[in-house]
């Protein structure tokens, strides 16, 4: 009963916050919030939707790159705008989605929403023409929810996409207890831990300090370019890896040369990698999201990924400062910086009819963003929303996410491969990694990724 | 005048029902289609027997070839025409005239590696596929079980090629020599004594076990039309062959080999086009990862992934190229026969 009474606490506490944020902005239609209804679905103020007229009967199709089991909770999170229009939300998840996204648009079959992942394939997008720009409605609830995301929506100052959840992908994922047993404590300095790696693949015999994996379907290859954008922030500073996705220094410039050299320190050494699953090749091999497993049954120490993998653990695992796993931030080069890669969906109308619009002003509100909290499942369901409560998010590893997304000592980057234009962020760059994961030297690797830049 | 009365049907049909979202819409579609390719079919045998005698029956012709010339134009030609266009207009298929995509296509490497193994491909699959089926063909014919043994290597046919790539991925699955195995192939390594190998990854290996599946696929095709025309030799000939004394080998390379001659040339023609065109092989295997890219996979790589559909197109066009000798030669082969 404990929690029942935690639950409605945090859920009147949640309605409390929207009502006041409205009445503060004064933009709100509506003044007072619904009395919160405690169990598994709440409903929302209908209020703000009514304004689109009747949409009952109507369909929103959705199409995304978040599969299964990461989809669930998310379609359980549109339940209260389903139940306050009547608009039904077909929901279509798929691996391909990079690929088949502009198929399907330059098809004549584009979904009413997609969920972009890249502001650059926004970007690319933008250009067929096929996107509609947000609503007044949506933009009203970025500016007030999430200003500082609001530019990675924007292209050539129209405002198109406004985000949706937010990760960050600089953890450690590791096991507290193995770490305990062995006496290994969490690395502070990236000296720290290469020297700590360096002493578990001493010690651990069959056991190896990493386990890694970037095969990802149509889109292998992108594990590994997060690593090479996190140690870029931290071996070049902010404002070079600014530069760098940007194109105003090559991609085969030193800087990234020295980022790239420092990752296969860990990835392309043959003593770190690849716990349980064989040697370095083996990396391009195995999927990202059964990489990190093997921490469980003690082959490998550590796993480089987001906080969206909590998802990946089995049921049942125990995640938790305490428990069978936890993550760590990957350590900056000393203490004087914080820097911090994250990345985020963006939500992208290919059509303008009331109902998809109605559908995006749901996404970008606070009613939302606090629904996808209690409504999640495994985790993973931060948003980029400031104004969600942040009590509601469950999920130890969503909360540790909450607090590295507002660390105010923390100079936060999206997700640099995700910014570049498609041809190279989600494609040679993915390419590049691959074929340097099983052999390719690094000087290779980056002149053919520089070579596929747009000109 | 039945020309407006056709425009003038869709625009009475509601929207929902052309965009065949419901049920009775689809029906309603479907329908209406039915009923199109009744009305012109019925248009063009009326027309026809219009005309009469000598010259009427060019008209005939022409009427009967009518309806698939446009409709080749509309979906074959054009489009092609377009590809073409689209491949001398740079990376994004949308700048001024230039050749930059074919040049790139014969001097990255990465294309150049695209190349060599399309070609791997085009020698191996079809040489290999057909002495495979010729020799089965021979051996099983008139042995005891012989549809047996027929139906066994003629079953992968029956799959997909997605489903074969699938199933052999499991076969060429790795783990580390350590650890249990799942891929058979590994698992016979094992227990040989050999360390396992990472068959889809090891390049230039990769690509050759990639075309066994395709081998295994076909094999059962060549057999089947191998098989047929062993057959069809009139018996007559080879009992005047065997009474002039003729061995085995001799029987092969002097009776049977030029008695399936055409046989043999479609056979190998057609599992040629067949082999420049693989994509779902390679697609679900290894994506074209690990340098086992072909020009198909590659067409579709950079038109969708790379964002370079003009680069996609001049894949496309190359791949164009290449399949016309082999229709050539196998159309002119097929009028020697009649």
Request: charged share 15%; glycine share 8%; proline share 5%.
């Amino acid at each position: 009963m404990a929690l029942y009474t935690k639950r409605r606490i945090a859920a009147l506490s949640g309605v409390l916050a929207v009502a006041l944020t409205a009445t503060a902005c004064g933009s709100s239609s509506d003044g007072g919030g619904d009395t919160a209804e405690s169990g598994s679905t709440s409903s929302i103020d209908c209020a703000p939707y009514t304004a689109f007229g009747d949409l009952k009967g109507k369909t929103v199709t959705v199409y995304t790159s978040i599969t299964a089991p990461e989809d669930a909770p998310h379609i359980a999170s549109y339940q209260p705008f389903v139940d306050c229009t009547g608009v039904e939300i077909k929901y279509e998840g798929s691996k391909e989605f990079e690929a088949q996204l502009p198929v399907r648009v330059k098809g004549g079959n584009a979904p009413d929403i997609a969920y972009l992942p890249q502001p650059g394939l926004l970007n690319t997008l933008v250009q067929t023409g096929a996107i509609k720009a947000a609503p007044p409605e949506v933009a009203a609830n970025v500016d007030k929810n999430m200003p500082d995301w609001k530019n990675y929506g924007t292209v050539d100052g129209t405002f198109y996409a406004a985000p949706l959840g937010a990760n960050v992908k600089s953890f450690v994922w590791y096991s507290p207890s193995a770490f305990a047993d062995k006496g290994y404590e969490v690395p502070t300095t990236w000296a720290d831990l290469l020297a700590l790696s360096e002493k578990m693949a001493a010690e651990g015999g069959d056991v190896k300090p990493w386990c890694a994996g970037i095969e990802s379907g149509d889109a292998t290859g992108w594990p590994a370019t997060d690593w090479v954008e996190d140690v870029m922030l931290r071996t070049a500073g902010a404002e070079t890896y600014d530069k760098w996705v940007n194109h105003e220094i090559p991609f085969n410039d030193p800087a990234v040369a020295t980022a790239l050299a420092e990752v296969g320190k860990i990835l392309k050494n043959d003593k770190f990698v690849n716990g349980g699953f064989g040697d370095v090749k083996t990396i391009a091999s195995t999927s990202f999201q059964d990489a990190g497993q093997p921490i469980l049954d003690g082959t490998c120490y550590m796993h480089r990924q987001a906080s969206f993998y909590a998802a990946n653990w089995p049921e049942g695992t125990e995640v938790g400062p305490e428990g069978e796993v936890w993550a760590f931030y990957l350590p900056s080069v000393d203490s004087s910086s914080k820097p911090v890669l994250g990345g985020g969906e963006f939500t992208a109308a290919f059509a303008d009819r009331p109902e998809v619009k109605a559908f995006q002003t749901y996404l970008s509100s606070v009613e939302w963003a606090d629904e996808r909290a209690k409504t999640c499942g495994t985790g993973g369901c931060v948003t980029a929303n400031k104004n969600a409560d942040p009590s509601l998010l469950k999920n130890p590893v969503d909360k540790l996410s909450a607090e590295a997304l507002t660390d105010s000592a923390a100079t936060f980057r999206f997700d640099g491969s995700d910014l570049m234009p498609g041809a190279v962020g989600a494609g040679t760059f993915w390419k590049g990694m691959t074929d340097w994961i099983i052999g390719k030297d690094d000087k290779a690797t980056l002149d053919f990724i520089e070579q596929s830049w747009p000109k | 005048m039945v020309s407006t009365v056709i425009g003038a049907v869709p625009a009475a049909i509601p929207e929902p029902f052309l965009r065949a979202q419901s049920v009775p819409g689809k029906f309603f579609l479907m329908f209406f289609a039915i009923f199109f390719f009744a009305l012109v079919f019925g248009l063009v045998l009326f027309l026809a027997s219009l005309f009469k005698g000598k010259n009427g029956e060019r008209v005939q012709g022409a009427l009967f070839v009518g309806p698939a010339v446009v409709l080749l134009a509309i979906g074959l030609m054009y489009p092609a025409i377009l590809t073409i266009n689209q491949s001398l207009r740079g990376r994004s298929g949308e700048g001024g005239l230039t050749l930059s995509n074919y040049s790139a296509m014969f001097t990255q490497p990465e294309l150049l590696l695209v190349l060599r193994n399309t070609a791997l491909w085009v020698i191996l699959v079809p040489i290999l596929a057909t002495s495979i089926g010729l020799i089965y063909a021979i051996l099983i014919d008139r042995a005891r079980g012989e549809a047996f043994a027929k139906a066994l290597i003629f079953l992968p046919m029956a799959i997909s090629m997605v489903g074969a790539g699938i199933i052999w991925k499991f076969v060429y699955q790795y783990k580390q020599t350590s650890r249990p195995q799942i891929g058979l192939l590994n698992a016979v390594l094992k227990l040989l004594g050999f360390e396992t190998q990472q068959f889809l990854i090891n390049a230039p290996l990769n690509t050759f076990m990639l075309i066994i599946v395709m081998v295994w696929i076909q094999a059962g095709f060549a057999m089947t039309v191998l098989s047929a025309a062993i057959k069809a030799i009139p018996d007559e000939i080879i009992e005047a062959a065997k009474l002039d004394g003729v061995q085995a080998f001799k029987m092969f390379r002097y009776i049977t080999l030029p008695s399936i001659r055409a046989a043999l040339v479609v056979v190998v023609t057609t599992i040629g086009i067949g082999t420049l065109k693989v994509f779902d092989i390679v697609r679900t295997m290894t994506g074209g990862q690990f340098d086992t890219s072909v020009v198909a996979n590659e067409f579709y790589s950079q038109s969708f992934r790379f964002n370079a559909p003009g680069l996609g197109a001049a894949l496309a066009v190359l791949l164009f190229i290449l399949v016309i000798p082999i229709v050539t030669y196998n159309i002119i082969q097929m009028r020697k026969e009649a």
